[in-house]
């Protein structure tokens, strides 16, 4: 794997993002070429224009590769859409001799994928969970264990066969090799749980444009993956509605949100206190102290935004924004709820709820989220990745991130590499290959 480069592609519903990095072996994947551009052809996750979608494709990655100052052969993309569907399933073999050999485990992984899926749909991914030795559970690596029996429980992802071709398609019209296609919540949660939050019990909310991806592990393993076609385009929506401005000015007020709320607030902190040391001290009445206060809270609601050059609006109500934002983003949080539970997971989980993507930016989204879900919240940063990250360090880019990771494990190089021989295969280097190389990643 020396030298090796590696290229993902985050095709989202908003934007293309492009992050091309070098690894040298045994080393950390580092960063050489990023950039992103606006996504066209595409609605909540899905490719609805080819043209349009492989334009903004061949746009991302032309800027990256000029930035990179080198020209790439194949990629890794992610996939979304509430096409997206998971389910876990188990495999059980008899063990041919004693000792049990890699054969094994590949038999058992394969008895796991013969699960009864459409016609219409392909196995994205299979990932195995845990491997059970003669009725001994929560085994990583049975390899070289005495035993008659292995049992396998594996979480199956599964996708449309018209989404993934279309996808490839757009690639490949463009002169790409597709090494892999991962998706969006899996990439995304590789990026930014830690081993803990993954033993202890955690979901992973990646809020894009167009999509919400779900992710749930419980005792280090995943057992839940789907997506709901709602994002951050459906809070600019109301953003402009309750604001009244148009789609564009109220996408530049959300972007901008967070920036200008701490600015605001800094200032207004420091003149309440010291108003509130010049009433002590002028010993003004309680009456006066009242006005001051109420004074102080109308400024405090009042948000400076004419740095953003809005038409006719210099400055909106802190209050109205974050009741427009809370009210969509419980809605969102809603339907994860009843989606999650509706499947027999648990959404309670200990280590509570981690929120990535473009739209974690929010101000108070993890407030909200603490609020809807009833555990604890954060918003998480993507991680994992040297060079040039300092354009990529937002959770906006925590898909790219995880990509690139995927690529570098000895799970994404062996997928591409078996690919790359397997041109023929009906599903681009066939499912049985991303089984083998799911296991390998869990050997030492």
Not at 2 to 17: F, H, L, P, Q, V
Not at 240 to 257: Q, T, W, Y
Not at 320 to 347: K, P, W, Y
Request: charged share 25%.
């Amino acid at each position: 794997m020396a030298g090796r480069i590696i290229t993902a592609i985050d095709i989202g519903s908003t934007k293309i993002s492009t992050i091309i990095a070098s690894m040298e072996e045994g080393g950390t994947p580092a960063v050489i070429g990023v950039a992103t551009s606006p996504s066209q052809g595409l609605k909540k996750g899905v490719i609805v224009n080819i043209d349009d979608a492989i334009n903004s494709i061949a746009n991302s990655l032309e800027a990256a590769e000029r930035m990179a100052g080198l020209t790439v052969s194949s990629i890794y993309i992610s996939i979304n859409g509430k096409h997206i569907t998971s389910l876990n399933n188990k495999g059980v073999v008899a063990i041919a001799q004693e000792e049990i050999t890699t054969e094994d485990v590949f038999r058992s992984i394969e008895s796991a994928r013969t699960v009864s899926i459409p016609p219409s749909r392909d196995i994205l991914h299979v990932i195995p969970r845990e491997f059970i030795v003669d009725a001994q559970g929560d085994i990583k690596d049975p390899i070289g264990m005495t035993g008659t029996r292995l049992e396998v429980n594996a979480h199956i992802i599964s996708a449309t066969t018209s989404a993934l071709h279309n996808l490839v398609k757009c690639v490949q019209q463009i002169g790409l090799q597709v090494d892999d296609i991962v998706f969006t919540g899996w990439a995304s949660s590789t990026s930014v749980l830690t081993p803990t939050e993954k033993e202890l019990g955690i979901m992973c909310l990646d809020i894009g444009g167009g999509t919400t991806s779900i992710t749930t592990f419980v005792e280090d393993a995943i057992t839940y993956s789907s997506s709901v076609p709602f994002g951050g385009i459906n809070i600019t929506s109301d953003l402009a509605i309750g604001l009244r401005v148009s789609l564009e000015e109220a996408e530049k007020i959300k972007l901008n949100a967070e920036e200008l709320m701490k600015n605001t607030y800094v200032s207004d902190e420091e003149s309440e206190a010291t108003k509130r040391r010049k009433a002590l001290l002028a010993g003004e009445s309680e009456e006066e102290e009242d006005e001051d206060k109420k004074e102080t809270k109308k400024k405090k609601d009042v948000v400076d935004i004419s740095s953003l050059d809005i038409k006719g609006m210099k400055t909106m109500s802190r209050k109205l924004f974050n009741e427009i934002v809370e009210a969509r983003l419980s809605e969102i949080f809603d339907i994860v709820i009843r989606q999650v539970e509706q499947s027999g997971n648990e959404t309670r989980l200990p280590a509570g709820i981690v929120i990535t993507g473009g739209s974690a930016l929010i101000p108070g989204i993890a407030s909200v989220a603490k609020k809807v879900f009833g555990v604890p919240a954060r918003v998480a940063y993507p991680k994992g990745l040297g060079g040039l990250v300092d354009e990529i360090s937002s959770p906006a880019y925590a898909v790219g991130h995880g990509l690139v990771l995927y690529g570098s494990s000895e799970e994404g190089f062996e997928t591409s590499t078996k690919r790359t021989a397997s041109k023929s295969s009906k599903k681009s280097g066939g499912v049985g290959n991303r089984i083998s190389s799911f296991f390998k990643n869990l050997l030492p």
